[in-house]
């Protein structure tokens, strides 16, 4: 089970941490990734980082403004947000991938947490 966290209603400019308690299986073992959904548009991948941490994957408009890492201690993922901007705005997902490859395509994914609401107003 995959349960994020740490949305809310933001001005442009500001940050976040996004975060995903895991539970049921260990994080340490598993790629995973971070998407995000915005009214009327379909879900896209916004970063995923594979099993051993050494690959990471970021979408081209958020490169150098997300940053993608885990906790194992706390089995926990996080995506931290600077410098926001209102094309941000959607509900954000984290989750594994069924075959354990870090990709971009939400179809590679099986496993899905219920997501978080970033507003980003301007």
């Known amino acids: 089970q995959l349960q994020a966290s740490g949305g809310g209603l933001v001005q442009a400019g500001d940050s976040l941490r996004l975060s995903c308690a895991v539970s049921?299986?260990?994080?340490?073992?598993?790629?995973f990734g971070w998407f995000r959904q915005a009214p009327g548009k379909e879900r896209e991948g916004v970063a995923c980082?594979?099993?051993?941490?050494?690959?990471?994957f970021y979408r081209d408009s958020v490169k150098g403004r997300f940053t993608i890492s885990r906790d194992s201690a706390k089995n926990t993922a996080y995506l931290q947000i600077h410098n926001l901007e209102p094309e941000d705005t959607a509900v954000y997902y984290c989750?594994?991938?069924?075959?354990?490859?870090?990709?971009?395509?939400?179809?590679?994914?099986?496993?899905w947490g219920q997501g978080t609401l970033v507003t980003v107003s301007s």
């Open positions: 989750a594994a991938p069924s075959d354990n490859k870090a990709t971009m395509r939400p179809g590679d994914y099986a496993y």
């Open positions: 049921g299986f260990h994080l340490d073992y598993y790629a």
């Open positions: 980082i594979s099993s051993d941490n050494v690959t990471t």
